[in-house]
């Protein structure tokens, strides 16, 4: 089993919904459906190009996925989870905007926000004590080849290269688009997240998601608020 720490919306939330009728899954339940064409994808082209996000679940990540440290349990894991949501703060994120990441799009902050950048710091140190070293297949995945040397060390420090100033927070709407058919992606993600786009987000919670098996989908364990004004709300 591997454990994530995320920045989710409830799972009421409006944007959980949107996440949903794009992503055709909903990490909170486990459900899933098949996607319709939309646009001039077809149903097909748009599984194959959500199919990662889909099985991560929608979210922003805070703490990468790891597995528990020999001696290490999820009781402790849980334990640290609840007095770490209970320290911090909610905080409202200005403005989010669809960016791309090279080839691949996602809601991101229009801006540098320093409450969610301090966040994840302390995600990424809080919780390194429960971290597994990474597998060789997983270093290799990484291709710290390709890495620059700062993130070479983060990755073999912390477990994910893109920690601490090369953190860049983003909810992943999709894997990578080919570059022809950017545009038209843009265009239908615009359209589906028109209502979440050019506004604020506000953070209240932290989601521990989690993977029961390598290559199982994603699903959300449990959600404490931040700031622990009301009890772990479980999936």
Known sequence: MRYAFYI???????LTAAAERWLGSNPFTGKTRNLEPAGDFTAAELAA???DPRRYGFHGTLKAPFELAPGMTEAQLLDAFDT???TRS??????????QL??????VPASACAPLQDLADEAVRWFSPFRAPLSEPDIARRKPEQLGDRM???LFEWGYPYVFESFRF?????GPVPAER???MRALLEKAFAPFIGKPMTVTSLALFVEPARGAPFTVHSLLPLGGTSKRKMA
């Open 8 to 14: 989710s919306p409830d799972e009421d939330a409006p």
């Open 170 to 174: 983003h909810m992943t709407l999709t």
């Open 102 to 107: 090279g080839p691949f799009f996602a809601l």
């Open 90 to 99: 909610s905080f409202e994120i200005p403005e989010m905007v669809l960016g």
């Open 84 to 86: 770490f949501s209970d």
């Open 182 to 184: 950017q545009p038209a």
């Open 49 to 51: 190009l959500t199919a």
């Open 152 to 154: 070479r060390r983060n």
